[in-house]
């Protein structure tokens, strides 16, 4: 899995009160197990929740970079939940990142569509992502994955083969069986989830530092999160 460069600032990133390592692979999976590390302590990718001030400190920094921007979301205002907004300080090859995923919400949309941002150890805005997950009147659903403003990729899901196809993923050990035991999600949000991550971070992206693929990774924050490592575990 690749990732698309961020972090937060030191005042942000910091592990004390509020931080909660997020669950890993359970023994169906292949992803290594133990806890999460604070960030910046190993060269094994990690995610750690942030909680409490931090996470609405990084959720206050972002919405102001992103107005002094001009950053316009291609979702309605009204459907994108700032009070929901999920924080992870993140270590991915050695650099740090903070993202901060805020849900998207109401009419069509189900989970995990989100409108996320990657703030690097300056405290700057590196890089902002889009995803919408919109259920159709025909039953499909529809995926649209923006980056930066322009639209990277695009799929149809019809969450009937997914469903059907649950049991035998389960038997088969595949990677919905992992992200569904790793996430604790059905067939077809995990479908979605491979999907979305599959096609957004299958483009090509030059970072000044470390690839990280805010859509994929916001993704799954927006459901609950997992560590990075288990995940990848997945893949």
């Given at each position: 899995?690749?990732?698309?460069?961020?972090?937060?600032?030191?005042?942000?990133?910091?592990?004390?009160?509020?931080?909660?390592?997020?669950?890993?692979?359970?023994?169906?999976?292949?992803?290594?197990?133990?806890?999460?590390?604070?960030?910046?302590?190993?060269?094994?990718?990690?995610?750690?929740?942030?909680?409490?001030?931090?996470?609405?400190?990084a959720?206050?920094?972002?919405?102001?970079?992103?107005?002094?921007?001009?950053?316009?979301?291609?979702?309605?205002?009204?459907?994108?939940?700032?009070?929901?907004?999920?924080?992870?300080?993140?270590?991915?090859?050695?650099?740090?990142?903070?993202?901060?995923?805020?849900?998207?919400?109401?009419?069509?949309?189900?989970?995990?569509?989100?409108?996320?941002?990657?703030?690097?150890e300056?405290?700057?805005?590196?890089?902002?992502?889009?995803?919408?997950?919109?259920?159709?009147?025909?039953?499909?659903?529809?995926?649209?994955?923006?980056?930066?403003?322009?639209?990277?990729?695009?799929?149809?899901?019809?969450?009937?083969?997914?469903s059907?196809?649950?049991?035998?993923?389960?038997?088969?050990?595949?990677?919905?069986?992992?992200?569904?035991?790793?996430?604790?999600?059905?067939?077809?949000?995990?479908?979605?989830?491979?999907?979305?991550?599959?096609?957004?971070?299958?483009?090509?992206?030059?970072?000044?530092?470390?690839?990280?693929c805010?859509?994929?990774?916001?993704?799954?924050?927006?459901?609950?999160?997992?560590?990075?490592?288990?995940?990848?575990?997945?893949?």
């Open positions: 899995m690749t990732l698309n460069t961020g972090v937060a600032t030191a005042a942000i990133t910091e592990v004390a009160p509020g931080v909660q390592p997020q669950a890993q692979a359970t023994e169906e999976c292949t992803a290594p197990s133990g806890n999460v590390e604070s960030a910046g302590t190993s060269d094994v990718p990690e995610m750690v929740q942030l909680d409490g001030e931090a996470s609405a400190a959720a206050s920094l972002v919405t102001a970079l992103a107005q002094e921007a001009g950053i316009v979301p291609q979702t309605p205002a009204e459907f994108v939940n700032h009070e929901g907004a999920k924080v992870y300080a993140l270590n991915v090859d050695g650099v740090n990142a903070t993202s901060v995923t805020f849900p998207i919400e109401g009419s069509n949309f189900v989970q995990p569509s989100n409108v996320s941002y990657l703030l690097d300056a405290g700057h805005l590196s890089q902002y992502s889009e995803s919408t997950v919109e259920e159709r009147e025909d039953g499909l659903i529809e995926l649209n994955t923006y980056r930066d403003g322009v639209i990277i990729h695009s799929a149809e899901v019809d969450p009937s083969t997914l059907a196809g649950q049991l035998s993923a389960a038997k088969a050990g595949n990677s919905t069986a992992c992200l569904m035991a790793v996430l604790g999600v059905s067939a077809v949000v995990a479908g979605i989830l491979l999907v979305l991550c599959g096609g957004s971070c299958s483009v090509p992206v030059t970072p000044p530092t470390a690839a990280i805010i859509a994929c990774i916001a993704g799954f924050a927006t459901i609950g999160g997992a560590s990075i490592t288990a995940v990848m575990g997945c893949f």
